[in-house]
């Protein structure tokens, strides 16, 4: 007891006047930093992903209202005067003509069938429904609608190989007909579900208490839960990164078309149209909100640099401004329907429809302001077009992504030579950390051939895959995929790259 009792006073005032150093595990310290650092970046690296993929979901969605009637009315015209020019070819349309054709099509027989809906029954049939069941009606909507994205994309791909595939070669296809009637019935069902989530959402606006409008809005929430513990690689968050610029462009169309619909029953006054925007600016909020939270604990959870939303960002604009190349393999609107799984065409035929009942046209001057109307989204899809353009020549110049524009250029159109060896050395280096160059041979001559003929590429040396990778994977499937060859369906392992 003695000793302690001298020792007591010396232990006290050792923990009170003790030191310790931090740079003794400066690495550990210096990461937990960093972790803050990248997730203070995330808000503004990831809305610049989310601005740029909004405003290209934009401008694919205007194309269907500005440029494909043009583009149809000029391939109409060359059927026309084809007997007077003489035939020319193999030919009567190209191919970008006959799936223009085939959209317009497949959007004014889903409009006509969309005739035989009615809206008001709709609304006021889920208006007479519980709150919880509304809400499990508006989940299941959600998962449905990424189904349905996820099948009709198949569909029209394949409706548009079918009527353009050449003539001299052995078909295993069903026809033309089939498909084309499989691809207005999928656009007709998927037209009736977004106006049920239109319809749900326009209850939640119209309710007394506004509680539905929270409950749904708090299954945002509820996203964060299902996203943040699991494990993701960046396939997965480019995935999710694209998953999310859909969900809040088709979220903006569906506002809109709430406030169509209850601007028409309120007779167009603007007081009740203000009484709408706190309710809309809140829907927003939460969104950007669950956005962001979302994606910084997943970047902090997998140890994923905020620079990867540029890599992503740099991805988009290669599909843009691969697809304006002259010997582009695919429309842009489709490009963006495969990588984010956004479909125009249902989102279109609904919004042609609220804006049919909503907006009545009589007279000459009402005409004039439609004529009008369509000139300002043409002006605007143009600038958009312009802009998106100049910014995504930027992004994959700043990615150095020139030289796969070049690679894609002879996959297809592989009868063309390629260019000299000196034309080819003096572009830049490409960064083979962010987007690893693919190991294609696209010469036409074999290895053994002469000393002049170009060098195969070898492969470079990849790490053993795990035991239970080699029990899920054949040996033909590949076990790397860039982000250029990730669409929003392709299933990507969980593996951080």
Not at 117 to 134: A, P
Not at 389 to 417: Q, T, W
Not at 440 to 454: F, G, I, L, Q, R
Not at 485 to 495: E, H, V
Request: proline share 6%; glycine share 4%.
């Amino acid at each position: 007891i003695s000793s302690l009792n001298t020792e007591y006073p010396v232990l006290t005032l050792y923990l009170l006047t003790r030191g310790y150093f931090l740079e003794h595990n400066e690495a550990k310290f210096t990461e937990r930093r960093e972790k803050v650092y990248t997730c203070m970046r995330i808000p503004k690296e990831l809305e610049k992903l989310m601005i740029f993929g909004f405003f290209l979901c934009m401008d694919a969605f205007l194309y269907v209202f500005t440029l494909l009637p043009l583009r149809v009315l000029l391939a109409v015209l060359r059927l026309l005067t084809l007997p007077c020019c003489g035939f020319r070819g193999t030919r009567l349309l190209q191919p970008a003509h006959v799936c223009d054709i085939l959209k317009a099509s497949i959007l004014v027989l889903s409009f006509s069938m969309t005739h035989y809906l009615d809206y008001s029954m709709m609304y006021h049939l889920i208006r007479g429904q519980s709150i919880i069941k509304l809400y499990i009606i508006y989940n299941m909507l959600e998962v449905a609608d990424r189904l349905f994205s996820s099948f009709g994309q198949d569909i029209l791909d394949a409706l548009y190989w079918t009527a353009t595939e050449p003539k001299n070669r052995k078909r295993d296809s069903i026809g033309v007909i089939p498909h084309f009637i499989m691809a207005v019935f999928y656009v007709f069902f998927h037209t009736i579900l977004i106006m049920i989530q239109a319809s749900t959402l326009n209850v939640a606006f119209n309710s007394h208490n506004k509680s539905l409008l929270t409950i749904m809005m708090s299954s945002n929430f509820v996203e964060i839960k299902g996203s943040v513990f699991k494990k993701f690689g960046k396939n997965n968050l480019f995935q999710m990164s694209n998953s999310d610029i859909k969900e809040r462009f088709t979220n903006h169309v569906l506002l809109l078309i709430v406030c169509l619909r209850n601007m028409e029953q309120f007779s167009w006054k603007p007081d009740y149209m203000w009484g709408l925007v706190p309710d809309v600016i809140m829907v927003i909020i939460s969104e950007v909100a669950v956005d962001v939270v979302k994606h910084a604990f997943i970047t902090k959870f997998n140890d994923i640099s905020a620079d990867v939303y540029s890599e992503y960002r740099a991805s988009l604009a290669f599909d843009l401004v691969s697809s304006r190349q002259k010997n582009a393999c695919t429309d842009y609107s489709d490009s963006v329907a495969r990588r984010m799984g956004f479909i125009p065409l249902p989102v279109a035929v609904l919004l042609i429809r609220v804006l049919m009942n909503s907006v009545k046209v009589q007279g000459a001057l009402s005409y004039t302001c439609v004529l009008l109307f369509y000139l300002g989204l043409v002006t605007l899809k143009l600038l958009n077009s312009i802009v998106l353009l100049g910014k995504s020549c930027v992004y994959v110049k700043r990615a150095k992504m020139e030289d796969k524009l070049f690679e894609r250029h002879i996959a297809a159109n592989p009868g063309h030579p390629p260019p000299s060896s000196s034309s080819v050395t003096s572009q830049p280096t490409p960064r083979t950390d962010l987007f690893p160059t693919p190991t294609t041979d696209y010469s036409c001559s074999s290895p053994s051939d002469s000393p002049s003929a170009s060098p195969p590429e070898t492969e470079e040396p990849r790490p053993p895959p795990a035991e239970d990778e080699e029990e899920t994977q054949g040996p033909s499937q590949p076990k790397h995929r860039t982000l250029l060859d990730i669409d929003r369906f392709t299933l990507c392992g969980n593996r951080i790259d």
